[in-house]
């Protein structure tokens, strides 16, 4: 079955380290993004992507970054973690149009000490 | 001010109650609304989407959007303790570009 999964599921790392999270998708989807999750914040968009070679910006992509070289991954890269950067992370992807269900990973649990 | 308001609950309800779970926005571009469910340590999954206003029906679930109003409605019939996770609603432009704006969602408990 085509799934959507992010590695790893959880990861303390220290300030200052550079930390890679993994999203994969099997169902040839154009469209990938990444989120952050915190109380009182809801899900906030970081950097999306509709397509190999194209990544834009969300609402909070200070410190994040993103590259896609194929279709199936979208890694998101924070370049030297801060305790402001611990949070759930969620990956998701959608085929194409506006009206196309965005289907999410299960998440990555990340603490910065 | 945030775009999209919502209610983080908990709302506690008895099995069988009719729930209701809304969001108000302030960006009247807003076109397509979503409820998404959320369980505990899992992704967001969706459960229906309208575009503008109106109903849409799907089993036990009604969506409900009042532009004029800029307030969006999810009603449960019947409600779970299956049903028992947090609510997120999404709504997005109608640009071609598929920018979610979350509500920080709504946590539903619903009792045996």
């Known amino acids: 079955d085509a799934e959507i999964t992010q590695s790893p599921r959880h990861k303390i790392t220290e300030t200052g380290r550079q930390v890679t999270l993994a999203c994969h998708q099997t169902?040839?989807?154009?469209?990938m993004f990444w989120y952050r999750q915190d109380l009182g914040h809801g899900l906030r968009l970081i950097h999306y992507s509709y397509g190999v070679q194209d990544t834009n910006k969300g609402e909070v992509s200070d410190g994040y970054s993103v590259s896609r070289s194929n279709t199936e991954d979208l890694p998101l890269t924070l370049e030297s973690a801060a305790s402001s950067q611990t949070s759930v992370y969620f990956c998701a992807s959608s085929l194409r149009d506006l009206t196309d269900t965005q289907y999410f990973g299960p998440g990555t649990r990340l603490t910065v000490l | 001010q945030k775009e999209v308001e919502q209610d983080p609950g908990p709302l506690s309800v008895p099995e069988g109650a009719i729930v209701s779970l809304n969001c108000t926005y302030s960006?009247?571009?807003?076109?397509?609304f979503m409820w998404y469910r959320q369980y505990s340590r899992k992704g967001p999954e969706l459960l229906m989407y309208t575009y503008s206003s109106g109903n849409k029906e799907d089993g036990r679930f009604t969506a409900q959007v009042d532009k004029s109003s800029k307030y969006i409605s999810l009603f449960i019939r019947d409600s779970q303790p299956s049903d028992s996770a947090t609510y997120l609603c999404a709504m997005t432009l109608n640009t071609g570009f598929q920018k979610l704006v979350f509500g920080t969602g709504t946590r539903l408990l619903v009792s045996p």
């Open positions: 960006n009247s571009a807003f076109q397509y």
């Open positions: 169902w040839n989807h154009n469209n």
